[in-house]
Nanobody, 124 residues
Framework: QVQLVESGGGLVLPGGSQTLSCATT????????IGWFRQAPGKEREEISC????????VSSDSVKGRFTITRDKVKNTVTLQMTRLKPEDPAKYSC?????????????????WGQGTQVTVSS
């Protein structure tokens, strides 16, 4: 059964940068739309970015637009989320989710499967 695996989380200084990566266990990521979600304790889950598989169209939420960039790497078969200018409100568990039809969705349950997540902490 194919699974999604996130990596790249950790401790980052405020204003710093971090890159998260999402991959499938069987190397088939290129066929899926991939959405990145985050959820902090006590807060609602938020989809922050997504890239489709049909034409690699990318969308991002207002909360991260201009700071986070989602990119599909067809050589490494990963989807990365490059995060810059990290703020105190960015710490959360970040998870990626896959849609088999290649279309970005708006909520996590609409995706077909998702990973366990990786924790991002912003602190000095």
């Amino acid at each position: 059964q194919v699974q999604l695996v996130e990596s790249g989380g950790g401790l980052v200084l405020p204003g710093g940068s971090q890159t998260l990566s999402c991959a499938t266990t069987d190397g088939t990521l290129e066929y899926y739309a991939i959405g990145w979600f985050r959820q902090a304790p006590g807060k609602e889950r938020e989809e922050i970015s997504c890239v489709s598989s049909m034409d690699d169209t990318a969308v991002s939420s207002d909360s991260v637009k201009g700071r986070f960039t989602i990119t599909r790497d067809k050589v490494k078969n990963t989807v990365t989320l490059q995060m810059t200018r990290l703020k105190p409100e960015d710490p959360a568990k970040y998870s990626c989710a896959a849609d088999l039809w290649g279309e970005c969705k708006s909520t996590l349950p609409q995706y077909d499967f998702w990973g366990q997540g990786t924790q991002v902490t912003v602190s000095s």
